[in-house]
């Protein structure tokens, strides 16, 4: 069984394209790498929502997931894969993808059409799936506002952590921090997904995190985690209230995920990624 341990910062990042997003653009990735290293981002999450990964076929997922994991070896940057939210064949094929190509860990979305009405029905759907990547760590993505399955997570996790041999955590993608903290257990990795609530959240005890904003403007959350860590708690708050500003500010221009690529072009011009595909929008 591969071992995983990571705290701090995980990216989870754009997808590149180029000519019109016809094609994904192979060539930005190790670049993109290099950015986010400089910029003390030690993980990258490949293939989720940021990653415009349901908007991707199967072979385009499979060939980002090997262009990333060439350049995270090469960096010493953990690489994370999202292979759920297709059919289920598919989820299987890019769970056994993941572990022929050795990645870090995989993350996986619930099916999203048959949705799982029970924690024991989640546990099955996923356990089916870790089945085809026995040896790499294996985490469940809970994003309810995306996949409309809201079932309790700290009763998912007894369950789950029983049934399923490489099982190891969360990316917790939800503003319910009280529900959140109650993930939190030694052994466990629990990932904040919701940049809005990083402030709260490091106070309530979490130390990794997955969030858009990473790509964007990865010193906010540095320097929010680093505030509160020595105690700021007013400095922190500030520093939380202006990350909340931006992030209205750049939703301004579009959806979430369109929006987010569009200020990291800005601010990232050398970084090819091109525009979100459709159906979001332009």
Not at 49 to 57: D, F, H, I, Q, V
Not at 81 to 99: C, E, F, M, R
Request: glycine letters at 6%.
């Amino acid at each position: 069984m591969k071992s995983f341990s990571f705290t701090g910062l995980m990216a989870p990042v754009f997808t590149p394209y180029t000519n019109n997003n016809e094609k994904v653009n192979i060539n930005a990735i190790e670049p993109y790498v290099e950015l986010l290293k400089a910029n003390h981002v030690n993980g990258v999450l490949v293939n989720g929502t940021t990653g415009e990964g349901m908007l991707m076929s199967t072979e385009e997922r499979m060939l980002v997931t090997e262009a990333w994991q060439r350049s995270c070896k090469k960096h010493g940057i953990t690489n994370m894969v999202q292979i759920g939210g297709a059919a289920y064949p598919d989820v299987v094929q890019l769970a056994q993808h993941a572990s022929k190509m050795d990645v870090d860990a995989v993350l996986c979305l619930p099916e999203l059409y048959f949705k799982p009405k029970s924690c024991e029905q989640l546990v099955t759907y996923l356990k089916g799936v870790a089945m085809h990547c026995p040896t790499t760590p294996f985490f469940y993505y809970h994003i309810p506002m995306f996949t409309d399955v809201n079932l309790h997570m700290p009763t998912f996790l007894d369950r789950a952590e029983k049934e399923i041999t490489n099982f190891r955590g969360i990316k917790y993608t939800s503003g319910d921090l009280e529900q959140g903290s109650s993930c939190l257990k030694e052994g466990r990795t629990i990932f904040l997904g919701a940049d809005t609530i990083l402030c709260g959240a490091v106070a309530a005890g979490f130390d990794s995190f997955i969030m858009t904003t990473i790509n964007i403007c990865p010193e906010a959350a540095l320097e929010i985690i680093a505030a509160m860590d020595r105690g700021a708690v007013a400095d922190a708050r500030e520093k939380q209230r202006l990350l909340n500003a931006r992030i209205c500010e750049i939703l301004a221009h579009g959806d979430w995920v369109s929006a987010m690529k569009k200020a990291f072009r800005e601010r990232f011009p050398s970084i090819e990624v091109g525009t979100t595909r459709p159906p979001l929008n332009m």
